[in-house]
C-alpha cells in the first residue's frame, strides 16, 4: 500500500491541560477493510505525552497544532446539567477555540479497540458542537465543562508532520481564468 491511497483527518489530543491537533492517516477502506491508525501516528501521540511529561513544549509543537487548555467557569442555562453514568468514557467535543468534556456511556459495542457511542450520546456529540459552532457556551455548559483552546506561541523543533499544508501529489484544481480588459 503507498501513501496515495491514504486520507488525512485531524484529531485532537488531550494530555495534562495542553491540546494537540494532528493529522493522521487512515488508509483507503476499499483497500484495507480494517479501521486503524498507524504505528507511525501512535508513536507521534506517545512523543507529545513524552514532550509534556518533560516540559518541552517546542517539541510537543513539532507534532502539530499546540494549545492550552483552559477551563472556564461557565453555568448551564436553565440549570441543566450532563447526564451521568455508572461506566462511562470521557470524550472531547471541540470547535470555534472551545472544547467540552463530556461523558458518553460505554456500551460494550463497536470496534476492538474502543466501545461504540450510543445514538442517544451521538446526538448529544452533535448538539455539542453545533452549541461551540455558534458560540453558545451557556448551552454547550449543558453536556459538561467547557474549556478555551489557547494556541501555545512557542517555534517548534522540527515543522510539524502536516500533509495538508504540503503538496501531496494530488493535481491541483485549476485557476479561475482571469479577465483580460
Known sequence: MNFTEFEYFSRVIYYKGYALNMEMRIPDPNECPFPYILIFDLDRVEDFRDAIDRGYLDVAASHGDLYR???????????????????????????????????????????????????????????????????????AAQYGKVYRLEPVDVAPVVEPWQPSRKVTGRRATPAAPQSTG
Open 69 to 139: 487548555v483552559v477551563p472556564l467557569d461557565i453555568t448551564p442555562k436553565g440549570g441543566k446539567t450532563a447526564p451521568r453514568y455508572d461506566r462511562y468514557r470521557t470524550r472531547m467535543q471541540e470547535a470555534n477555540g472551545y472544547a467540552v468534556e463530556m461523558q458518553t456511556e460505554l456500551n460494550g459495542i463497536g470496534s476492538v479497540w474502543a466501545a461504540g457511542v450510543s445514538l442517544h450520546d451521538s446526538a448529544r456529540m452533535d448538539e455539542v458542537r453545533k452549541a461551540l459552532e455558534a458560540e453558545d457556551l451557556e448551552t
